[in-house]
């Protein structure tokens, strides 16, 4: 029997190994292209990049266990074998020694990356695996190098309720399921008309789970608290220290009124907040993104969908030019025929315009020190023009 090897540090891999485990499969490793993940995990097996693999001639048959499956299918030659999480597990399951997240939302996890790969090998079906959806602009904090930008905004704004709840219903006349819609910003709990958003977006089936991810320093009205109390809500919280200020009372509180949530520090940061025109080749512009850690985050922005955050908030300060062809109007896939194409060859694309304003989030670049705090929105240069 040939060894297996997990692909993915991530609550998904630890299923994986849990399962191949039950199975009597040998897994001699992990793969993880990330050298931050690599560089902090303290698991009981080595763990090693596709290129280590490689260079050091390590075979075995992948257990496929993150999402956007299909990018990393595509990265493996003919001999490399694999098989999906979805092959062999139908949904998470108790008793995993999850490391990398809390248990419940750690199941969650698991569970979107059974239903993505579930969906690439019924491709008839279109389920979008996450997708932020930014409510506003306005942060508790003002981090230099947030790598969402929203350290450039000098006048943040929130978003129009009815129009946030237009624009994921938009959405999902194209997919058939959003399995996690995640509430971010700036800072989700600035927003002040949250309860009206949530209820209507707990409302929607075909929205699986919603995530609020915030940073720690504001705690929810118990009335808020209280619609959150649905297995369909959870929190990802950052943990930045005493910047944090009110983490311990958030806490308590969602220990209180049984809302699941997940803890992580604020490591894992990289200088990816520059924003500056690099003047890369076609050919350098499709590696930098082949190589990025955050293509696959993504984004709806004022009625826009985007690859990454990146390219949203860039646009939406008018610090990089209008790229029409880097987003896809929501609303305008209302009613039209072949808005799901439209939708498939935009997600499908491997070379972004937007991408040469950006330093780049590459899997193996180096840590730098999370949180710096700005005394005041930071300058930018602003490129206003269509291209």
């Known amino acids: 029997m040939s060894d297996y090897i997990i692909y993915g540090l991530c609550p998904a ?3 994986a190994l849990h399962e191949c485990r039950k199975r009597g499969w040998n897994v001699s490793c992990i793969c993880e292209d990330s050298d931050i993940r690599r560089k902090h995990y303290d698991g009981p097996l080595p763990i090693y990049s596709l290129k280590e693999l490689r260079e050091n001639n390590i075979i075995g048959t992948f257990v496929i266990a993150i999402g956007n499956c299909g990018q990393i299918i595509n990265k493996l030659n003919d001999e490399e074998k694999y098989i999906l999480l979805c092959e062999i597990l139908d949904k998470s399951e108790d008793g995993v020694d999850y490391r990398t997240k809390l248990p419940h939302m750690a199941r969650r996890d698991v569970d979107a990356c059974i239903a993505e790969h579930s969906a690439y090998l019924h491709p ?84 699986r789970v919603i995530t609020f991810y915030t940073n720690g320093t504001i705690v929810p009205s118990d009335k808020l608290l209280d619609m959150m109390t649905t297995p369909k809500v959870g929190f990802c919280i950052t943990d930045y220290g005493k910047l944090s200020k009110n983490l311990d009372r958030l806490i308590e509180k969602l220990d209180e009124k ?45 009625g826009r969908l985007y690859r990454c955050p990146f390219m949203a ?36 694309k491997t070379c972004w315009p937007s991408c040469d304003y950006c330093q780049g989030r590459l899997f193996d670049a180096g840590e730098i020190e999370p949180a710096i705090q700005a005394s005041a929105p930071v300058p930018y240069e602003k490129h206003d023009s269509k291209a």
């Open 13 to 15: 891999g630890e299923a």
């Open 124 to 207: 008839e079906k279109m389920i979008l695996k996450d997708v932020d959806l930014e409510i506003t602009e306005r942060c508790s904090m003002r981090c230099k190098d947030c790598s969402n930008l929203m350290q450039y905004y000098e006048k943040p704004k929130n978003y129009d309720p009815d129009d946030l709840i237009k624009w994921v219903k938009a959405l999902l006349t194209v997919y058939d399921e959003i399995f996690e819609l995640r509430l971010i910003g700036g800072e989700p709990f600035m927003y002040p008309d949250m309860e009206k958003v949530l209820s209507a977006l707990i409302d929607i089936d075909r929205i």
């Open 258 to 302: 049984k809302i699941i949530y997940d803890v992580h520090d604020s490591g894992l940061w990289t200088r990816c907040s520059i924003i500056k025109k690099m003047d890369r080749t076609q050919a350098e512009l499709k590696n930098l993104f082949e190589d990025c850690c955050a293509k696959n985050l993504y984004t709806i922005l004022n």
């Open 313 to 348: 908030n860039a646009m939406n300060l008018n610090a990089i030019p209008d790229i029409v062809e880097d987003y896809v109007d929501i609303l305008s896939l209302e009613g039209k025929k072949d808005s799901r194409d439209e939708v498939s060859r935009f997600m499908d």
